[in-house]
């Protein structure tokens, strides 16, 4: 017993040691492996991130694409962020935008530092393009199309209303949050005591970057490159919000902007929100995007995963009817009448159709019986009986087993011939 105690122990010891290095063996392949494929998760998570939106772009030129989950097809926000058309990037979202069941692309574009006007205006319709090209890929609407911009951003939002441009026809609607739309007139716009301002409008500032000097000494440029320039009775429906104590773009921008669409008969609505700053929280101008979009766009179709899609039952068929002639092949073994067997039994002839068979007593048809024949009503207490001296019932059997023993014909009786014969080549 103790020697068997002994021997258990040692195998115990011998497996454990045996696993321990064997997984100490492998260990960093394993290691290895699940790094691999938290690499490949990764990647698959952020595979909508950076897509370039130009072939053999720069580092500026992509954007991003998020698609709400259990949503079919549902629309585009296309998404410009701000910053003077120098900073910024595409991952400053307003936070809503992830509750509204819209997918949402924003954009990067090249900024004043790399390139100047128009560039920026290129990579927005560039993008549009790219957008619409991998609608399908990408699962979004191609031709619900929101465009949405801040600051510098709704600059280029609200020129996407007005301008013509390839595929202008799938965006239905335009927000416009704190933009310059008149970069000309704004400099007579500006509020002195705001620095912002004065900085954004003067000789060096950034809309002076943007079309390459002072609007006050390029005001062909200026106006090239506003939205109040292109306004006509073809542009988007615009939604126009702007803060009544902006600091950098002044709300006359908006009111201007307004009464040139108006004027135009374009649809837009203006909503100013008075103690609002140029950065004011996205949160409020929600309700009032939202309210907007509806009007122009479908609602995200979400799909309820907890309800299971259940194929509607097929009607079952009821079988076919079977055959009720007589006269088909099939259905003879149905019928009183069977070809017979014996080869010594006499056969009707094709010349004798209609004869009774010998020995069989040959019946009389009941319109061949004469009238002295007809039965003559009984007496009481005897049964009735008619001139041969027969009852009614024995002449009924009597007549039913001859009409059973008498010979088919027609094609009836030629195909029971035929039968016949083919069972005696049998035989012979």
């Not at 479908?298 to 259940?310: G, S």
């Amino acid at each position: 017993m103790g020697i068997y105690f002994s021997t258990t122990v040692l195998k115990c010891q011998f497996s454990r040691l045996y696993w321990y290095r064997t997984l100490k063996k492998y260990l960093p392949y394993l290691t290895l492996l699940l790094l691999w494929v938290c690499g490949l998760s990764a990647q698959a998570a952020e595979s909508m991130k950076d897509i370039p939106y130009v072939a053999k772009g720069t580092v500026h030129q992509k954007l991003d694409i998020f698609v709400p989950p259990n949503v079919v097809s549902p629309p585009l926000i296309l998404y410009i962020h701000g910053g003077g058309w120098l900073t910024g990037d595409k991952s400053d979202v307003p936070p809503f935008f992830m509750q509204t069941g819209y997918a949402i692309a924003t954009i990067n574009m090249r900024p004043t530092s790399v390139a100047r006007w128009p560039a920026q205006w290129d990579d927005c319709v560039s993008a549009l393009t790219f957008l619409r090209e991998n609608a399908a890929k990408y699962g979004y609407s191609a031709d619900n199309i929101i465009v949405c911009g801040i600051s510098s951003g709704a600059h280029l939002a609200a020129l996407m209303s007005t301008k013509d441009y390839p595929g202008k026809e799938a965006v239905k609607c335009v927000i416009d949050v704190s933009g310059p739309v008149n970069l000309l007139s704004i400099v007579a716009h500006v509020n002195h005591a705001s620095p912002g301002q004065v900085v954004f409008a003067s000789p060096k500032g950034q809309i002076a970057a943007l079309i390459g000097g002072p609007p006050l000494k390029n005001q062909s440029a200026a106006l090239n490159a506003s939205a109040v320039t292109y306004a006509n009775e073809h542009s988007k429906p615009v939604l126009i919000i702007h803060g009544g104590v902006d600091e950098i773009i002044p709300y006359e921008q908006a009111n201007e902007f307004h009464r040139r669409l108006d004027a135009k008969g374009v649809k837009n609505d203006l909503v100013i929100l008075p103690t609002a700053a140029h950065n004011m929280p996205a949160q409020m101008w929600a309700p009032a995007f939202q309210l907007f979009v509806s009007r122009y766009v479908p609602p995200p179709k979400r799909i309820n995963v907890a309800q299971k899609v259940v194929a509607p039952p097929r009607p079952v068929q009821p079988p076919p009817p079977p055959p009720s002639s007589p006269w088909l092949p099939h259905t003879l073994q149905n019928q009183n009448v069977t070809p017979s067997a014996d080869p010594a039994r006499p056969q009707p002839g094709p010349g004798v159709q209609g004869q009774q068979p010998p020995g069989v007593p040959q019946s009389q048809p009941p319109s061949q019986v004469s009238p002295g024949s007809q039965a003559q009503p009984a007496g009481p207490g005897q049964p009735q009986t008619n001139n041969a001296g027969q009852s009614p019932n024995h002449a009924r059997s009597q007549s039913q087993s001859s009409a059973q023993n008498q010979p088919e014909t027609g094609f009836r009786a030629r195909h029971q011939q035929r039968l016949q014969q083919l069972q005696q080549q049998r035989v012979q």
